[in-house]
């Protein structure tokens, strides 16, 4: 069954409570985990939240890579969703896992964009 997308859901558990607050190192791990899959990275935005927390993604030309964390609980929830064949999302969400330290996690694959026939091109 071919797909348009893959999409990765990760639950990560058990990590630092300094490196989920640190939207600098989230920043470099994110764009480690887009480069090293392959991905083109188009754009990127973070936010730091006040007391704590992060929110960011990177646009990449394929589609894009999310993360939102809660340091306070040790945990972070991401989320990789690529297009095509070019790029190996699995290579992304094994980068994040050895950067952030997750102790526990667990990974969801969503097939995207399933169709029921090819595009003929006449509508």
Known sequence: MNA????LLLELQG?????LDDVSFLRDAMMSAAKECGATVVG????????QGVSG?????ESHLF??????????AADIFTCGNSVQP?????????????KNHS?????????DSPRSGLD
Request: charge should be negative; glycine fraction near 8%.
């Open 67 to 76: 993360i939102h964390t809660w340091p306070e609980y040790g945990y972070a």
């Open 44 to 51: 990127e935005s973070f936010h730091q939240f006040s007391p």
């Open 90 to 102: 699995e290579t992304a969400a094994q980068v994040l896992l050895r950067k952030l330290g997750s």
């Open 107 to 115: 990974m969801v694959e969503m097939r995207r964009g399933i169709l």
């Open 4 to 7: 348009l997308g893959k999409h």
């Open 15 to 19: 990590c630092s409570e300094e490196v």
């Open 57 to 61: 993604v990177v646009v990449i030309a």
